[in-house]
């Protein structure tokens, strides 16, 4: 309907109230212009850009997959996990951080203590001051958080072709393609909260294909087509894994599809740490509560029976 | 009700008490004797729901801010921290978080059954007026409690809506600087959000007791409306409407649990797990569901009005959507309190429903293209509902003949086959 109506469109934009202004900005822009943008007013920028054309992105919709935490006995498969650690820490590690994940958490993917003690002294953490006042490296211990790559977001995104790699974090959980009219709805029924690896699965897979022509003249310089990416056409992330690159010990296949699947749990993991004692919790007060209710129901019905009502 | 009290103390504590602070008295005259009509359906259970959610949103949220700091460096990642290490810290802020829109649900339902059984009309003005300032408030407080984990959308909401003032002429611009204590939405907005979500909830329970004793003064409508004539039209409320509310409550929380447990951030927005950015603007800001029709109304003025520019009319025109409500009970001109002996009126309020649906529907769409012209006729028809509809439709509609007494009807109903001597001789109420 939106590409039937430019005109309209951009009638409704002129008339937009100005409080909105910031609202209409087009989602052509990608991150990385975002990013170079910083300082300016957003409704400024809003008006110097002035295009009628708002695409929907993501151009495709994310395949959606079989996840063992869907559901609501959803639970986690920790080979898969740890497979997942492998591809954050040999690959995703160099340009993304994940800074609210400790070490120690890792023992939720089935690593003893001294695993985790060991996995965490193989990093460097700054520390300190010390008595001198001097801050000072150290070895990791299983208290301190995965360290970021950058310093600061600005050193990340001068390093990143003016884009900051997003931390790791959260990102399964603040990235997800919009679920239309009625998808929405069924939903509820199917427990659907997988947007997030979804969508991250169908990013790291989906580089390479052939954009059209009209989608290519849109393209910035710099970026990469991705029909996945939730807000252009292109990323200025490069593809970021290719086939063999990391070695798994347990035989699943090394190729970016298994790749993006661990690292998708993975992800999904740092996320929602409580995710499976979530749903666990959840069966059990369901139980309570539908038991409960048809209790209250039966003493109900036996209260007012006396009484036509 | 008013009236003389039944309470017989029993020895001991209570009658000692009795006699110096009449609290049992009270409690036993308001929840325990208080009479309700009998034929009370389930739409009448959504008041005891919204109380208890109003305790489930307290106490959550007071364990809440002993976890919570609200400092613009910090709040995102204090929130995570709730999420990550706070012992059943998850569980409490999903509470909190889908409890907000839980207690919405039950409101809207809450509004639309007053809506339709006339539970507005004399002689209940006042209980109708208080229950839209609760409503007022609760918006208030929703609004503020979403700006607290400094997400994207907290941050990007509270700048969008608290631009609004500014639309005032003369007042507006000192009242936004008021508003967030500087020139944008900063440390200092955070704080005095953080202040007021934590104050206006009780500000709510004070209101809620007025509404409760509004309510026990003139008594509950009921599916006939037809005011209470005889004991034998009510029950008394322990344990008849005690163990109906508490069934309902006890399904509702199931549905609640559900989101909770399975669902906690379906109705929650992916924008707001990345940390706000002055900087970057979302491609598409969204308030939460239950303020979609609202922002629709805002965003349907696309156009000038004389001296009045679009921003302030969508201004005006939003206020005036709740505003409106305050007038209710004068713009309804009918003497038929219930919906279901007004057959033209049961048409128009399902449209009434259907517009508000469609209002929120245009709420989460871009402002471009069809949509503010939608969002327009479904404003226009919103206010022609509550301003053309309601006055005219009293003079002009013909009514089905009202039972005599709520008795009546019931047995009516019950008694369908044919048995009403049976009916009649059934165990009645004490009440």
Redesign the interface.
């Known amino acids: 309907?939106?590409k039937l109506?430019p005109a309209?469109?951009a009638a409704?934009?002129a008339?937009?109230?100005?409080?909105?202004a910031?609202?209409?900005?087009?989602?052509n822009e990608n991150s990385a212009s975002?990013?170079a943008?910083?300082?300016q007013d957003?409704a400024a920028e809003e008006a110097e850009e002035g295009h009628a054309e708002?695409p929907h992105y993501p151009l495709k919709e994310p395949e959606e997959l079989d996840w063992s935490f869907a559901g609501?006995f959803g639970h986690w498969d920790l080979a898969q996990l740890q497979r997942g650690l492998k591809v954050y820490k040999e690959v995703c590690s160099a340009c993304h951080g994940m800074k609210?994940v400790a070490f120690r958490?890792l023992e939720a993917l089935g690593y003893s203590e001294e695993q985790v003690k060991a996995f965490a002294a193989e990093y460097t953490v700054q520390d300190g001051p010390n008595g001198d006042g001097e801050m000072f490296d150290r070895p990791g211990i299983p208290s301190d958080y995965f360290p970021s790559p950058f310093p600061n977001p600005q050193a990340a995104a001068a390093a990143n072709n003016g884009a900051a790699p997003?931390d790791f974090?959260?990102l399964a959980?603040?990235?997800?393609a919009e679920r239309g009219f009625p998808t929405f709805l069924f939903?509820?029924l199917t427990?659907y909260?997988q947007?997030?690896p979804d969508y991250i699965h169908a990013l790291i897979t989906g580089y390479g294909q052939e954009p059209s022509p009209a989608v290519e003249k849109s393209i910035q310089p710099g970026t990469y087509y991705n029909p996945y990416f939730m807000?252009a056409p292109a990323l200025a992330m490069p593809p970021p894994i290719s086939d063999g690159q990391v070695e798994y010990a347990d035989g699943a296949p090394q190729t970016v599809d298994q790749y993006s699947r661990d690292v998708a749990a993975f992800m999904m993991w740092a996320?929602?740490?409580?995710l499976v004692?979530?749903?666990a919790?959840?069966?059990v007060?369901?139980i309570f509560?539908?038991v409960?209710?048809g209790l209250?129901?039966v003493?109900?019905g036996r209260?007012?029976a006396?009484?036509?009502? | 009700m008013s009236g003389h009290s039944s309470y017989v103390p029993s020895k001991g504590v209570m009658q000692w008490l009795d006699a110096r602070l009449p609290l049992p008295r009270l409690f036993y005259d308001s929840f325990v004797a208080y009479p309700v009509p009998r034929n009370l359906n389930y739409a009448y259970t959504f008041g005891g729901i919204l109380a208890l959610f109003l305790g489930v949103q307290i106490l959550t949220g007071i364990v809440l801010a002993m976890h919570y700091a609200a400092n613009s460096a910090i709040a995102f990642d204090s929130v995570e921290k709730i999420m990550r290490d706070v012992n059943w810290g998850w569980l409490l802020r999903y509470m909190h978080a889908n409890g907000a829109s839980f207690f919405f649900i039950a409101v809207y339902v809450h509004i639309f059954r007053g809506l339709y059984y006339g539970s507005y009309k004399a002689p209940r003005e006042v209980l109708w007026i208080l229950g839209v300032i609760i409503f007022l408030l609760m918006m208030a407080t929703a609004f503020m409690g979403y700006v607290l984990p400094w997400g994207q959308m907290s941050f990007w909401g509270a700048t969008v809506i608290t631009n609004f003032f500014t639309a005032f002429p003369l007042i507006g611009d000192p009242i936004h600087q008021l508003l967030l204590g500087g020139f944008a939405v900063d440390n200092a907005t955070l704080n005095r959000f953080f202040s007021l979500h934590y104050l206006l909830p009780f500000m709510i329970a004070g209101v809620v007791i007025l509404h409760v004793w509004a309510l026990h003064v003139t008594g509950q409508t009921n599916p006939t409306g037809v005011e209470v004539k005889s004991s034998k039209d009510t029950v008394p409320f322990t344990p008849h409407a005690t163990i109906k509310d508490g069934f309902a409550m006890v399904v509702f929380l199931a549905l609640f649990a559900y989101m909770v447990f399975y669902l906690p951030n379906y109705l929650g927005h992916p924008d707001n797990y990345v940390e706000a950015n002055p900087l970057k603007t979302p491609s598409h800001i969204v308030p939460e569901w239950y303020f979609l029709p609202f922002y629709a109304m805002l965003r349907a003025i696309t156009f000038n009005i004389g001296p009045i520019d679009s921003k302030l009319g969508g201004v005006l025109v939003m206020f005036g959507s709740i505003l409106v409500l305050f007038f209710l009970p004068w713009l309804d001109t009918s003497r038929i309190r219930s919906t279901a002996f007004r057959p033209m009126y049961k048409i128009f309020f399902w449209i009434l429903v259907a517009d508000c649906v469609f209002l929120g529907w245009l709420g989460s769409k871009p402002p471009e293209g069809v949509y503010p012209a939608l969002a327009l006729a479904g404003t226009i028809y919103y206010f022609g509902h509550f301003l053309i509809v309601l006055p005219v439709l009293g003079l002009v509609e013909t009514p089905k003949r009202l039972p005599g007494s709520i008795t009546e009807a019931v047995l009516a109903r019950n008694g369908g086959g044919g048995t009403p001597a049976g009916a009649a001789a059934a165990p009645d109420t004490k009440g």
């Open positions: 309907m939106k109506l309209l469109l409704g934009l008339f937009a109230p100005a409080a909105f910031q609202d209409g900005k087009g989602p975002e990013q943008a910083a300082g957003p708002t609501p609210l958490n997003p974090s959260l959980k603040a990235r997800a939903d509820l427990q909260q947007g997030g807000s996320a929602e740490p409580h004692e979530r749903k919790t959840g069966f007060t369901m509560l539908i409960f209710a209250l129901y003493v109900k209260v007012w006396g009484t036509p009502h």
